[in-house]
């Protein structure tokens, strides 16, 4: 298993990949600062309409949300939170039973690195870019949607025009 | 009517080529079925009883005659000369294969058609009322929003693997006709006190195993914000909605089990918390949408009447004219103008079939004399919305001609019917046999059919209730009992503004009781109904005992 990274194609051996803890641990802990470059992981069942004030998930660099089998979608709407409620910036891996067709899903609701099988890498890049316009916008521009949802350019085309 | 965009073509291209490779991938064996079926799903592909079935979308069940012509042409050359139109507004072809359906995908597109979203745990195909645009008692044309919420619902990179599917129907007059009560939201357009239009949002109906009348989530929604909204409920139901159990994974479980208070305030939590300029169109955007669906400019004679044109009619003509009139057309907003509906349901055949033929001659009735526009209605059959009443002989006996002037729409043998065990795989009974046998007996009695009034009967071959007989006046169930079928029997059900849930009146019946209790139910009605009263009314008034002793004293005897 290696970890592609979405926006430029980079690639991460599993054994780099960085410490982790439990959103549950964190919790137990008081919502303290972490271990120096750990990762978050969050259970799918996680909800994360509302958290503990305390939990500044800014605190750590990398959050790995958990996707138990591809028909499970609760794991699009965690990462969404996170982009929009709690403004993480940092990375948002996924890791768990991905189809190369909901990566670029993943990426427009701001997930911007996926763990997959080594041989891999090449179906989920070229799934990654199967749709080149999109209807909603998209949480981040992680190179997803650097021009916005469909209809914000034609209103700015019809400006224009 | 909408017409694609480069955006709106590129992603139906896209989405085809992005079809192509999943196909490929499967035949290649990279795919396992498990993994393709989701994906196919959700480009409207069933593996069905004996073949693969294609449903194609058709949008809030509006068709040009360009497009309704492309469905007969696909009929013909992919499919056994005909396709069955559906309660959501859809068509399907039974018999495509495997291979062919990229292609069938790229011939809907030439005509801005797709299959996206026809099935799957994902956003459905919008319906609406099938007089949109054409009824008087309507606040606005609801279309321009069904548009909106089709491309909003398109792709949504969050709401594509949901618990389960999810449908909604849109609807802008008093008078129902798009069943909102028992869909997973239903719109209803309404107006505020001040007289701004918005809609009412009802939240957690449903047919299937566990029948739900919706309950209102909020009396007036602003219609600006329709879409905001519409993604805050929806990320609610994505996150809490039960992925357990697919039979308590709809929304109406999750509505039912946190009450709709409880409920309520999660929606409106998520709502007040969401970026709603990034969800909710510009008001430029929906004044372009919206001019797509500006009415048909009409250069008719706007004091023609149908009594006149009935007059007008050659004697031996005039009694069948005058019934399709009274029958099968219904009054247009606008003076001259008629809706005239286009039954599907000839006695003793399919429900909502088509053959390839049929559909041509409907397109060119709507080319020629209706605006280019063709409905699909809920009920399965086809409807072409603005008709100059001085055209109407003319449209009759065309038709007529084609097998399709059946005055029975709302009567009783106009009859939803699912595809049951001839087609589906889930089914446990046969419908559409049944259908035929009750069509052609309650066609028969005496007086005919119009003597009954209003009447829907609606028949599932098994528990899903695609059928819908949860709704039917008279819902017939249908059921294995060792290998055998057996139906049961509902009464007083509605899918309109009076929406209700059916009663189970006994133990099934075997097929061969079903239409001797059909007729003892109607005879029943025919007995005890006040002047003018409908079979659902009376059903009301007089109770379950008098045709529940009517209907299993005739079966013991």
Known sequence: MITLTLNDGAVRAGADAPAETTFADWAAGGYGTPAHGAALVLANDLDLSSVDPRANFSLFGEIIVHVPTFKDGRAYSQVRRLREQYGFDGVVRVRGDVLRDQVQFMARVGVTAVDVADDAVGGVKESARDFSVFYQASVRQYGADRAGPIWRRRAARALAA | ?557
């Open chain 2, 1 to 557: 009517m909408y017409r694609y965009d480069e955006f709106d073509e590129t992603i139906v291209r896209e989405r085809i080529d992005q079809f192509r490779g999943q196909v490929a991938r499967r035949l290649s064996g990279e795919l396992t079925e498990d993994q393709f079926k989701p994906l196919r799903l959700m480009n409207g592909l069933y593996l069905q009883l004996h073949a693969y079935m294609l449903r194609v979308a058709v949008p809030y069940g509006t068709l040009s005659s360009g497009q309704l012509n492309a469905l007969a042409d696909i009929a013909d050359r992919y499919d056994k000369g005909y396709g069955h139109f559906t309660t959501r507004q859809n068509i399907q072809f039974n018999w495509p294969a495997l291979v062919d359906v990229p292609a069938i995908l790229d011939d809907l597109a030439a005509v801005e058609m797709h299959a996206m979203q026809t099935s799957g745990n994902c956003i459905r195909n919008v319906t609406t009322d099938q007089y949109a645009g054409a009824a008087a008692d309507e606040i606005e044309d609801p279309r321009p929003w069904c548009e909106a919420i089709r491309q909003w619902s398109t792709l949504h990179p969050e709401f594509s693997f949901l618990p389960r599917k999810f449908k909604i129907a849109v609807t802008a007059s008093a008078t129902d006709r798009a069943a909102v009560r028992v869909h997973d939201i239903g719109l209803q357009m309404v107006r505020d006190a001040d007289g701004a239009a918005g809609f009412r949002v009802i939240v957690g109906g449903g047919l299937g195993r566990t029948p739900y009348i919706g309950d209102t989530l909020r009396d007036f929604l602003p219609k600006e914000h329709l879409l905001s909204y519409l993604e805050a409920i929806l990320r609610v139901y994505n996150e809490q909605g039960r992925r357990d159990n697919m039979y308590k994974a709809r929304i109406k479980i999750l509505v039912n089990a946190l009450g709709i208070d409880a409920f309520r305030n999660l929606v409106e939590e998520e709502w007040g918390r969401l970026d709603k300029h990034g969800v909710d169109l510009p008001t430029e955007e929906t004044a372009r949408i919206a001019a797509y669906f500006a009415p048909p400019v009409f250069n008719g004679d706007a004091g023609a009447t149908i009594e006149g044109v009935a007059a007008a009619a050659p004697p031996h003509e005039r009694a069948a004219f005058e019934r399709w009139l009274k029958i099968n057309t219904a009054p247009h907003k606008t003076p001259g103008r008629r809706i005239v509906n286009v039954s599907l349901k000839p006695i003793g055949g399919a429900p909502g079939d088509a053959t390839s033929g049929q559909m041509r001659a409907v397109a060119h009735l709507a080319h020629r004399y209706g605006a280019d526009e063709i409905r699909v209605t809920h009920e399965q059959n086809l409807c072409m919305p603005h008709i100059a009443v001085a055209d109407l002989p003319a449209v009759w006996r065309a038709l007529d001609a084609a097998g399709l002037a059946t005055a029975n729409i709302a009567l009783a043998s106009d009859i939803i019917a699912c595809p049951g065990l001839d087609y589906c795989a889930l089914a446990t009974a046969r419908s559409i046999p049944l259908a035929q046998q009750i069509a052609t007996r309650v066609a028969a009695r005496e007086g005919g059919e119009e003597t009954l009034g209003e009447l829907k009967i609606k028949i599932s071959g098994c528990v899903n209730a695609c059928g819908h007989h949860h709704v039917g006046n008279i819902g017939i169930l249908g059921v294995d009992k060792r290998g055998e079928e057996f139906y049961q029997i509902t009464l007083g059900g509605s899918a309109a503004d009076d929406a209700a849930i059916g009663e189970r009146v006994g133990p099934a019946l075997p097929t061969s009781g079903v239409l001797d209790a059909v007729d003892a139910l109607l005879d029943v009605y025919q007995a005890r109904r006040a002047p003018g009263e409908r079979f659902l009314d009376a059903y009301r008034r007089l109770g379950a005992e008098p045709f529940k002793e009517a209907l299993y004293d005739h079966a013991d005897a």
